[in-house]
T-cell receptor
């Protein structure tokens, strides 16, 4: 069982370049989310989705776009990378179980992004 | 969204019981309390979740008083491999917000 898969694991970009971080889950989870983690800090929520076609902003959405065309995939797009976006990015998913809260979050292994 | 406050760091020795307390004074009626563990270079891992009183699983216990304004994660007989960052979350709705966490360092 693969769980939550993130690609790439490492990426170096130049300022102004664009890229997409991929996230896929095989647990049929309704909820998916993206976090960034800067050195020595906790995780900050970027965007989240409660199902295909539904996305919403988290704490730090500026500079990032998301879409959810399928249950399995939740890509994170950086349209014009900036050095401030250098971070480790984590994707997570959970089953909502029909309730109003997220259940246990399952995390990917992370994607380390450096913007020069 | 209820804000959580937890100690920045704690030290312990192998074999001891460790209790990490989290304060969440503004918790709402529908909020649940969840704890995650994170090792370096890995994503967080779910430990335990509760709403009130006491919850226990194979790795930890979670104590929540009647007013629910705080919670305590209890790790019995810690080992060196329990050295990690522990996050307390108050979850209501879909915006799952992590705080700064508590860095637990277990010494031999």
């Amino acid at each position: 069982n693969a769980g939550v898969t993130q690609t790439p694991k490492f990426q170096v970009l130049k300022t102004g370049q664009s890229m997409t971080l991929q996230c896929a889950q095989d647990m049929n989870h309704e909820y998916m989310s993206w976090y960034r983690q800067d050195p020595g800090m906790g995780l900050r929520l970027i965007h989240y989705s409660v199902g295909a076609g539904i996305t919403d902003q988290g704490e730090v959405p500026n500079g990032y776009n998301v879409s959810r065309s399928t249950t399995e995939d939740f890509p994170l797009r950086l349209l014009s990378a900036a050095p401030s976006q250098t971070s480790v990015y984590f994707c997570a998913s959970s089953s909502l179980g029909g309730g109003p809260n997220t259940g246990e979050l399952f995390f990917g292994e992370g994607s380390r992004l450096t913007v020069l | 969204l209820a804000k959580t406050t937890q100690p920045i760091s704690m030290d312990s020795y192998e074999g001891q019981e460790v209790n990490i307390t989290c304060s969440h004074n503004n918790i709402a009626t529908n909020d649940y309390i969840t704890w995650y563990q994170q090792f370096p270079s890995q994503g967080p891992r779910f430990i335990i979740q509760g709403y009130k009183t006491k919850v226990t699983n194979e790795v930890a216990s979670l104590f929540i008083p009647a007013d629910r304004k705080s919670s305590t994660l209890s790790l019995p007989r810690v080992s060196l491999s329990d050295t990690a960052v522990y996050y307390c979350l108050v979850e209501g709705g879909f915006k799952t917000i992590f705080g700064a966490g508590t860095r637990l360092f277990v010494k031999a």
